[in-house]
């Protein structure tokens, strides 16, 4: 069993940065693939960026990629995610995510966090 707790969301200006960061339980942290979705009211949940277990690979949705940087710290069952240059079409509640294989889409994820929200104002 995993537990996902999202921190660092928050309000911001255009331009700004903002770090996210995802504390997670359990002793088989680095055998998750690790990412996060955001999603707005009236909306499916989206993708933005997913980091290997190992923390080798990484990806992201184009509409955050050279903006977001997810990283991971396996001796601190952390994750995170660095975006800069925010935009106001970047407010969502972002969410933590983990399952035991690669993804890119919101099925088949074994854990979800709370969210956390993030607004960036024009």
């Known amino acids: 069993q995993v537990q996902l707790v999202e921190s660092g969301g928050g309000l911001v200006q255009a331009g700004g940065s903002l770090r996210l960061s995802c504390a997670a339980s359990g002793r088989t942290f680095s055998s998750y693939a690790m990412g996060w979705f955001r999603q707005t009211p009236g909306k499916e949940r989206e993708f933005v960026a997913i980091?290997?277990?190992?923390?080798?690979?990484?990806y992201y949705a184009d509409s955050v990629k050279g903006r977001f940087t997810v990283s991971r710290d396996n001796s601190k069952n952390m994750v995170y995610l660095r975006m800069n240059s925010l935009k106001p079409e970047d407010t969502a509640v972002y969410y933590c995510?983990?399952?035991?294989?690669?993804?890119?889409?919101?099925?088949?994820?074994?854990?979800w966090g709370q969210g956390t929200q993030v607004t960036v104002s024009s």
């Open positions: 980091i290997s277990g190992g923390g080798g690979t990484t």
């Open positions: 995510a983990a399952r035991a294989a690669w993804f890119v889409t919101s099925e088949g994820i074994d854990y």
